[in-house]
Structures are given as structure tokens and as C-alpha cells.
T-cell receptor, first 112, second 116 residues
């Protein structure tokens, strides 16, 4: 049963701390996406990778967010320093054929 | 920029009945892809159905079907024989395809409640 996995599922941290979220895409998928979901903004694309190369990170605040894909089985999203406005659910998705994306269960981040 | 609009913030339906969720989009592209995703209370985003703009035939997946009107830029989702497990937020999404394929633009979502 192939699925996208994300860790941690929940994270509570204090303002100013570093947060790292991890994603394992579905084996064989060559595209990985990071989304953020909030009540106010809905679902926003932060960044995405194809064949581990960053293609677009225009949706990401560059001063505090960074996304990497050190190998084909791991994508990371880091926030440093974190702020209360970063509180959201962060989804990773991986892309298979037919332009379909399969989402992970999300990481619920709360920054106090 | 492409935009996706879901004009129904909330909908409700009785179990076993049929409901239609609306979605319109704005694009200057001729070939693109449209999707409906479901997000139940568990928060998991689940792909429901996909439509390629170059195909005239409406996509169908079991109880889910779409009414794709390319000229009107409309892409509605019909759920037949609604079940309690269909209760969820439904998102319409657009992908321009081409070199930027994968960049989904989502609508605001429609909360669907199925009543017993």
C-alpha cells in the first residue's frame, strides 16, 4: 500500500525555534510538493521538486523557510526562526502519472 | 493568473440522494487538468477524480462523476447515492500542465455534510 508519509504529525513549539518537517514520497514518484493549509489562505503551494531539483519555491517566505530533497526518499521543510503566523497544517504530496498528486497526512504545526 | 472559484461554502444532502458541487476556473490555456480532492475530518487529502481538458468525455469514478463544460470553464462534481463517509471538504483544483505541471491552484473548498 504505497503512501506518502510525513513526520511529525503534530508539532508544538515556541516562537523562534527551528522546525523541521519530513516527507517520504511514494517510491518511484519524481515530483514532491509542499503545501500549507490555513483557514484564512486555504491551500497554498510553497515549493516543489522534480527529480530532486527545486523547480519553484515562489510561494515560500525565503527569509525563514527552506526546502530540500537530500535524496529520492526524503524531502524536508525547515522554518527558522518560527513565528506564530506559521501555525498551519503542512502537507507533502508526491506526483505520479497523469498529473495526479498523492498527499501525506500532514503536519499540524502550532507556534506559541 | 489562474483562479479557481467554488461558490458554495457549504452543502448538505440526505443519505442516498444526489448532490452536485460547483467549480469555475479562469485560464487562457487550452490544455490543462482539473481535479476534485476530498478532505474528510481526518485532514487527509484524497484524490477523487481527474479530467483532462482535451477529452470531451466526462470522467466517472464509481459514484462520482463530473460535468466538464470547457467553453463555460465549469467543472462540477456529482455524487450519486451519497454515503455518510462522503462527508468532507471538497476542493476543486486546476493544473496548467506543460512545463509547470504539478502546480495546483485550489478553490476555497465546499463543506459537504451527508445526513442520515
Amino acid at each position: 500500500d504505497a503512501r506518502v508519509t510525513q513526520t511529525p504529525r503534530h508539532k508544538v513549539t515556541e516562537m523562534g525555534q527551528e522546525v523541521t518537517m519530513r516527507c517520504q514520497p511514494i517510491l518511484g514518484h519524481n515530483t514532491v510538493f509542499w503545501y500549507r493549509q490555513t483557514m484564512m489562505q486555504g491551500l497554498e503551494l510553497l515549493a516543489y521538486f522534480r527529480n530532486r531539483a527545486p523547480l519553484d519555491d515562489s510561494g515560500m517566505p525565503k527569509d525563514r523557510f527552506s526546502a530540500e530533497m537530500p535524496d529520492a526518499t526524503l524531502a524536508t521543510l525547515k522554518i527558522q526562526p518560527s513565528e506564530p503566523r506559521d501555525s498551519a497544517v503542512y502537507f507533502c504530496a508526491s506526483g505520479g502519472s497523469f498529473y495526479e498528486q498523492y498527499f501525506g497526512p500532514g503536519t499540524r504545526l502550532t507556534v506559541t | 493568473a489562474q483562479t479557481v472559484t467554488q461558490s458554495q461554502p457549504e452543502m448538505s444532502v440526505q443519505e442516498a440522494e444526489t448532490v452536485t458541487l460547483s467549480c469555475t476556473y479562469d485560464t487562457s490555456e487550452s490544455n490543462y487538468y482539473l481535479f476534485w480532492y476530498k478532505q474528510p475530518p481526518s485532514r487527509q487529502m484524497i484524490l477523487v477524480i481527474r479530467q483532462e481538458a482535451y477529452k470531451q468525455q466526462n470522467a466517472t469514478e464509481n459514484r462520482f462523476s463530473v460535468n466538464f463544460q470547457k467553453a463555460a470553464k465549469s467543472f462540477s462534481l456529482k455524487i450519486s447515492d451519497s454515503q455518510l463517509g462522503d462527508t468532507a471538504m471538497y476542493f476543486c483544483a486546476y493544473d496548467a500542465g506543460g512545463t509547470s505541471y504539478g502546480k495546483l491552484t485550489f478553490g476555497q473548498g465546499t463543506i459537504l455534510t451527508v445526513h442520515p
